[in-house]
């Protein structure tokens, strides 16, 4: 696609309930990055896809995260048993690669979650 | 760990002035300098990549400069108008591949 596509763009749920965010990125782009937005707050790391590699978990706050990929494509990061402390925004980026230093970073337009 | 910071945190100037918005990071050994910009509500727009052997990039009214040895990135907005008020963050990118970001300067201008 032109760009990284999110979905959906606002998802409200009720604590304890589970949810799953897209991310679609750039065509071609073999990273894929997570990150977590709160209000007022900075950009968290999440999870990073490299290609077929093993993807690196290290930010995922707690075992209720988790994120698959599969090969170069869409992206799912699901979120069980859902607590109020998830209401944030949740940013997806894409690059051409992660390993290589010319890889510009292009994000989606995110998806905000709120947890009542 | 990486630590990136952002001076200032806020920035409200009147229309036409000229800006500089600053990135300092602790460790050097980076491989590129992305500066972005946030409108509410919004995801981030990329603005200007710097890579770690460039000293500096330019795009319309905007510079952006780095001195990997110094930890330092500067982000130059030239004839501040209107339209530039947004959050604007900046993200390292060094040996975990995984970019760490500011926590932004969030500015206004005002007519």
């Known amino acids: 696609g032109a760009g990284v596509s999110q979905s959906p763009s606002n998802k409200v749920t009720e604590k304890g309930k589970d949810v799953e965010l897209r991310c679609d990125p750039i065509?071609?782009?073999?990273?894929l990055y997570w990150y977590r937005q709160r209000l007022g707050q900075g950009l968290e790391f999440l999870i990073y896809f490299q290609g077929n590699s093993a993807p690196d978990k290290s930010g995922l706050p707690s075992d209720r995260f988790s994120a698959e990929r599969t090969g170069e494509s869409v992206s799912t990061l699901t979120i069980q048993r859902t607590q109020q402390e998830d209401s944030a925004v949740y940013l997806c980026?894409?690059?051409?690669?992660?390993?290589?230093?010319?890889?510009?970073?292009?994000f989606g337009e995110g998806s905000r979650l709120t947890v009542l | 760990k990486q630590e990136v910071t952002q001076i200032p945190a806020a920035l409200s100037v009147p229309e036409g002035e000229n800006l500089v918005l600053n990135c300092s990071f602790t460790?050097?050994?980076?491989?590129?300098l992305q500066w972005f910009r946030q409108d509410p509500g919004k995801g981030l727009t990329s603005l200007l990549l710097?890579?770690?052997?460039?000293r500096e990039q330019t795009s319309g009214r905007l510079n952006a400069s780095l001195d990997k040895s110094s930890g330092r990135s500067t982000l130059y907005i030239a004839a501040s108008q209107p339209g530039d008020s947004a959050t604007y963050l900046c993200a390292v990118k060094g040996g975990s591949y995984i970019p760490t970001f500011g926590r932004g300067t969030s500015l206004i201008v005002h007519p």
């Open positions: 065509s071609g782009h073999t990273a």
């Open positions: 710097i890579q770690s052997s460039q």
């Open positions: 980026a894409s690059s051409s690669s992660g390993t290589d230093y010319t890889g510009e970073l292009f």
């Open positions: 460790d050097s050994a980076i491989y590129n």
